[in-house]
């Protein structure tokens, strides 16, 4: 975080951007106080995602002491202005002013009519290569594919590094691969039409490049500076990225400084290359006491002298159309007279209110598939019902909604099968055991201590413990399962649908237990000794008396187990949230962690409150079903 020594007098304006590579902001910062020593700007330092960026802002917005700059992605304007977060600019953004920039990156900033958006900074996906390693750079997939099998050497030279990381930078190269191949996620009237051939094609062709091990599977946690520290370090012969890389490979002390061409990105043959847009820009948060010298700010940051700082100190692509052809920028970027024309023909993103949710839809699916643990059509398919409900869900009711809400569905199932699974198997062992340290035997007192530790440790805790007991290869589970015989092989337990959630039920089991296990100790020995010894001397078998006696007279017990067991299972999120995060591609992702993310993530807390009133009603009547039925027997037996 950059720290101003701010004067007492001096209004401060706050705005979150990812870290200040190469002090590019710090100068443009510094020169703007000069001129305007009662402004202060304060640049906080945030991640490097740019979904993380967002949720930071959307918090602040929701709070109600709003970050005042909106440093924004290209994609966050229409949900930010639906959500009325920001303050429209058309009073100092003219057209005369817009028709300065690129148009592609003023018209992202528009939403129903109104600008809110002044561009600091163009972007477009572009394709990497070793010119020293690489003759012709390949301009097709099937190019692209003989290269890969004549040049790359996996492990140590892989054919491509991208961003494969289940987040917003997988969603760019994803669309690259889907426009190269001709398909689309909208047709022009706004209808879905993903699950398409071509989309099938895309799909196939980036599992390929995993399958082939053409890009090394550890791009699955890539983002852009992984990408481009791999490719730095020689490890790839292309790499996906934006062009701020190419003044990052060229700096003086790199080791690939002039070995670096850049092109656009491959497509697949008898279609075009298509990059996508991307690009950050400034807006003025809703509530900002003085906007006129937020504007101030953004009027700076958004001039010729600004860019030309960014550019020159991070390779930031500028917005200004006059600035590609700007001497001392050709001087040092010579490529930008090409950039010029990939930067005017690149294609945007949906831009839709709902955004972050498609997004999100595209990121987990696309990410499974790489992960091998969706096929390509399925994932389309999942894709396509999900987006089509987040998109009709807007139009519709919350109660319309249910019915189109495909990630409610998902999560429900799982929920009810981690509920179903978990709560019967606590139940059986928690009664086993209360019925063994019942018994009197020497040392009772230290088991029934020992019992009980799994309940004491914290959730979150345990759940990191057992990520790593479940680790491939590296987890001692695998390693004793495979020892004892009972595993031909290692397991992938948290990286599989099944396995994940196998995990998550034994890892609860563990935990639990023991309170269904206090709770039936509870009822046993409630139950007076006298009842148990009429029936003994009656001479009735231990099994005999178990069923008709002990069980019955336990009733009220069982009752009250079930009821906190069924909820809690059901509302399940610390535990999930920490081992799987509800990965991979959603398998394990509960009501609990939906309701979290559609409140937080997608910012519908309206739909999320719909949500939970359900739950609980839908809560309240499984209740009532346990007190029924526990309550049918107890009375049979008093
Ligand atoms: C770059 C782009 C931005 C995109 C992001 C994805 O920062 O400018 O538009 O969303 O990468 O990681």
Redesign the pocket.
């Known amino acids: 975080m950059l720290i101003c020594a701010v004067p007492a007098w001096a209004s401060v304006l706050r705005m979150i951007g990812p870290e200040d590579v190469g002090g590019a902001w710090a100068e443009v910062i510094k020169r703007f106080h000069e001129r305007h020593p009662d402004i202060q700007v304060k640049y906080i330092s945030g991640p490097w995602?740019?979904d993380e960026r967002q949720n930071m802002y959307i918090r602040s917005f929701l709070s109600g002491d709003p970050v005042e700059l909106v440093y924004m992605?290209?994609?966050w304007t229409a949900k930010f202005a639906e959500g009325g977060w920001l303050v429209p600019l058309d009073q100092w953004f003219t057209p005369e002013m817009q028709r300065e920039f690129l148009p592609g990156a003023v018209e992202a900033g528009r939403y129903k009519g109104h600008s809110y958006r002044v561009p600091v900074r163009g972007?477009v996906g572009m394709l990497y290569y070793r010119k020293d390693l690489i003759p012709e750079p390949p301009r097709t997939w099937k190019e692209f594919e003989r290269i890969c099998e004549r040049h790359s050497h996996p492990p140590e030279q892989y054919c491509i590094v991208f961003?494969g990381m289940q987040?917003?930078?997988l969603v760019?190269d994803f669309l690259e691969h889907l426009w190269g191949a001709g398909g689309e996620v909208f047709d022009q009237e706004g209808n879905v039409v993903l699950d398409s051939p071509q989309a099938l094609e895309a799909l196939r062709f980036m599992r390929k490049l995993i399958h082939q091990e053409w890009a090394p599977r550890a791009v699955l946690s890539f983002?852009?500076q992984h990408s481009l520290s791999a490719f730095s370090q020689g490890k790839a012969l292309f790499m996906r990225n934006?062009p701020y890389a190419w003044t990052i490979l060229n700096k003086e002390d790199s080791p690939l400084r002039g070995k670096v061409g850049i092109v656009p990105f491959i497509h697949k043959e008898g279609y075009g290359s298509a990059g996508t847009l991307?690009?950050?820009g400034l807006g003025i948060a809703q509530g900002v006491k003085d906007p006129e010298k937020v504007w101030k700010f953004i009027a700076f940051a958004t001039s010729s002298e600004a860019q030309k700082i960014l550019h020159f100190k991070r390779g930031a692509v500028p917005s200004r159309k006059a600035l590609f052809q700007d001497p001392e920028i050709l001087k040092v970027s010579p490529h930008y007279r090409d950039l010029y024309k990939i930067v005017m023909r690149a294609r945007p993103r949906p831009a839709h209110p709902d955004y972050p949710r498609i997004s999100d839809t595209l990121q987990k699916h696309v990410s499974a598939v790489l992960a091998g643990v969706e096929s390509p059509e399925e994932a389309l398919k999942i894709m396509a019902r999900s987006i089509e409900g987040t998109v009709r869900g807007e139009k519709e009711g919350f109660l319309a909604r249910l019915g189109v809400d495909y990630d409610l569905r998902r999560t429900l199932r799982n929920t009810c099968v981690f509920t179903s699974l978990s709560v019967p198997l606590e139940f059986i062992l928690g009664l086993l055991i209360a019925l063994l340290v019942n018994a009197q035997f020497r040392g009772r007192s230290l088991v029934r201590l020992a019992v009980l530790i799994p309940w004491a440790l914290p959730t979150a805790v345990m759940a990191m413990s057992w990520q790593w007991m479940f680790n491939n290869p590296f987890g001692v589970i695998n390693d004793l399962l495979v020892r004892i015989g009972l595993l031909a092989g290692p397991l992938d337990w948290l990286s599989s649908p099944n396995g994940a959630m196998s995990a998550a039920v034994f890892a609860d089991v563990w935990k639990t237990t023991p309170f269904v296990v206090i709770i039936l100790l509870a009822g046993l020995q409630s139950i007076p000794q006298e009842l148990t010894e009429s029936i003994s001397i009656d001479g009735a078998g231990a099994l005999r008396e178990f069923l008709h006696l002990t069980f019955p007279l336990l009733l009220p017990f069982v009752r009250v187990a079930l009821i906190f067991r069924v909820i809690h299972a059901a509302g399940i999120f610390d535990l999930i949230w920490v081992l799987t995060k509800g990965g991979p591609a959603d398998s394990t992702r509960t009501l609990g962690i939906y309701i979290y993310d559609v409140a937080f993530r997608y910012d519908e807390v309206g739909y999320a409150i719909f949500l939970t009133v359900l739950f609980l009603l839908a809560l309240i009547g499984v209740s009532f079903l346990i007190v029924r039925l526990t309550s049918l027997g107890y009375e049979r037996v008093r």
């Open positions: 995602s740019t992605d290209i994609i972007d961003q987040y917003e930078g760019c983002q852009e934006w991307g690009g950050w």
